[in-house]
Nanobody, 117 residues
Framework: QVQLVESGGGLVQPGGSLRLSCAAS????????MGWYRQAPGKQRELVAY???????FYANSVKGRFTISRDNTKNMVYLQMNSLKPEDTAVYYC???????????WGRGTQVTVSS
């Protein structure tokens, strides 16, 4: 049974920081690269970053240099440290395997990140 539980979102001022956490079931965590995705109002879900089992990392250009993805293989956890947040980072953030499909794959509830003064 797939389980994805995101947490750590909230309201933060521009320039602030948040750390998101994701608890994932072993059935996907141990097999696939894990990614963070986000969906802003009225927009399609987009990939933010992903990390492979061996630590290889990819970042979308929009977050490169500001966000850091990491994983704890002993706890089946994935993290996203977000610094220098901008209003355009406002979205619901989801974790999932990479790649994932919007339809056909299980998605958790996500965690809301709002960047506003």
């Amino acid at each position: 049974q797939v389980q994805l539980v995101e947490s750590g979102g909230g309201l933060v001022q521009p320039g602030g920081s948040l750390r998101l956490s994701c608890a994932a079931s072993a059935s996907i965590f141990n097999i696939y690269p894990m990614g963070w995705y986000r969906q802003a109002p009225g927009k399609q879900r987009e990939l933010v970053a992903y990390i492979t089992n061996s630590g290889g990392i990819f970042y979308a250009n929009s977050v490169k240099g500001r966000f850091t993805i990491s994983r704890d293989n002993t706890k089946n956890m994935v993290y996203l440290q977000m610094n220098s947040l901008k209003p355009e980072d406002t979205a619901v953030y989801y974790c999932n395997k990479y790649p994932s499909r919007d339809y056909g794959d299980y998605w958790g509830r996500g965690t809301q990140v709002t960047v506003s003064s």
